[in-house]
């Protein structure tokens, strides 16, 4: 089980300063959508120099143009990718296509995919590696979380490819956990700890359940 920080928000030194601090028990520094807005590939090149030990993914979101997108990505030095589930098959399989020529991975996007159980058996057929269920941001704040999606989707695909994002704390990762996904993303939850390093420790050591 690997633990993935999201990194959103905080500015290309901020997020240096916090990954210093947490490394050691991060698998994936996620460069977030909003991110990515603001800076472009700069922090995916700045991260896999940083820190070659681990994997980098940029979270593009891609819903068109998926092969020129994806590789403008895995150029800059991404090791996955993400595109959204709910985009044309045509667009997913650009975005396999590239990661198959420079050696990345693709984790699909379920945001917003109404119809999670038939829609991971198809992308899976189509090669993907991970599929992530997503609670939106917007959606939050009304006590909304993944865990329902989770145990749909980890009832209908193999564990070791799934993914779970979205208002993951502390409270919820034992039950996250039990579930046995293969990437949990942490964003907030560790960005705002008035002690990130402790926290991402903390939530470590709940996942070891499963390793």
């Not at 300063?17 to 807005?37: A, R, S």
Request: glycine share 6%.
């Amino acid at each position: 089980m690997k633990l993935q920080l999201a990194l959103d928000t905080l500015t290309l030194q901020q997020s240096i300063t916090l990954l210093d601090q947490t490394k050691e028990y991060l698998n994936i520094i996620e460069v977030g959508t909003p991110f990515i807005i603001e800076n472009g590939m700069e922090p995916v090149k700045e991260f896999k120099k940083r820190y070659p030990e681990l994997e980098i993914l940029a979270d593009c979101k891609i819903m068109d143009a998926g092969e020129y997108e994806a590789s403008s990505a895995f150029k800059a030095g991404a090791d996955i990718v993400t595109v959204l589930g709910v985009s044309n098959n045509v667009t997913i399989k650009g975005v396999i296509n590239a990661a198959k020529k420079y050696g990345g991975k693709v984790m699909v996007d379920l945001i917003e995919v109404k119809d999670i159980k038939e829609r991971s058996k198809e992308l899976l057929e189509l090669g993907v590696d991970y599929l992530c269920v997503h609670t939106a941001f917007d959606i939050q704040s009304e006590n909304n979380n993944p865990l329902d999606e989770l145990e749909i989707l980890t009832n209908t695909i193999d564990a070791k490819h799934s993914a779970v994002a979205g208002g993951v704390k502390l409270k919820t990762i034992n039950e996250i956990v039990s579930m046995k996904p293969e990437i949990v993303v942490v964003g907030g939850a560790i960005c705002n700890a008035s002690n990130p390093k402790e926290m991402t420790k903390n939530i470590k050591e709940r996942m070891k359940w499963v390793l």
